[in-house]
């Protein structure tokens, strides 16, 4: 089993590119997450899918568009990149109930 | 809302050493608590957790303790290598749903040295 899969793994965008960050498990979890990361401010909730068909906004959701295509895929876009959105963004799943999240191992993003 | 604080790092120890991160929260009803760790270039992976209060985490040698009068959930290994080196982030799901979000504290950076 894969796991958590993030790709890609680096990007360099410049100021109002857009871009789409995918994610896909195989671990069958019902609900997915993606964080942003930043120094000195931990893991913030960006969007969450509790199940397929379903999407909610998180703590930081302004800038951002995601999709659950699949229980499998949950995608993460951005529509016009600025300088703020630099970050290491990190997609996790979780059956539910357990409230134990596995995570991919992030995309680094640079907008310049 | 629910907010989880973590001791100010980053922690320098040398090989042996006693180990203690302290993480206190805040948070409605009676939250589950974890503490995550990650590695260099990897994402992160749970360590322990802890879902009722006076419950014990352990893995790794690692412990915490879900203590409701103190709101705390402090980290602690007896005796730290070089390979825990690493940055560590307490948690909380405040439940009640099954969608599992969680709330980080800012994380801890761990160095020990041999």
């Known amino acids: 089993n894969a796991g958590v899969t993030q790709t890609p793994k680096f990007q360099v965008l410049k100021t109002g590119q857009s871009m789409t960050l995918q994610c896909a498990q195989d671990m069958n979890h019902n609900s997915m997450y993606w964080y942003r990361q930043d120094p000195g401010m931990g893991l913030r909730l960006i969007y969450y899918s509790a199940s397929e068909g379903t999407t909610d906004k998180g703590e930081v959701p302004n800038g951002y568009n995601v999709s659950r295509l699949n229980k499998r895929e949950f995608s993460l876009r951005l529509e016009s990149a600025a300088p703020s959105q630099t970050s290491v963004y990190f997609c996790a799943g979780t059956r539910g109930g357990s409230y134990e999240q596995y995570f991919g191992p992030g995309t680094r993003l640079t907008v310049t | 809302g629910d907010s989880v604080t973590q001791m100010e790092g980053p922690v320098t120890l040398s090989e042996e050493a006693f180990l203690t991160i302290n993480c206190t929260y805040t948070a409605t009803g009676y939250p589950s608590l974890f503490w995550y760790v990650q590695y260099p270039g990897e994402g992160l992976q749970l360590l322990l957790k802890?879902?009722?209060?006076?419950d014990k985490g352990s893995n790794k040698g690692f412990e915490a303790t879900y203590r409701k009068e103190t709101t705390s959930f402090h980290l602690e290994k007896g005796s730290v290598q070089v390979s825990d080196s690493a940055v560590y982030f307490c948690?909380?799901?405040?439940?009640?749903?099954?969608?599992?979000?969680?709330?980080f504290g800012q994380g801890t950076i761990l160095t020990v040295h041999p």
């Open positions: 948690a909380l799901s405040s439940g009640g749903t099954s969608y599992g979000k969680l709330t």
């Open positions: 802890a879902t009722k209060a006076d």
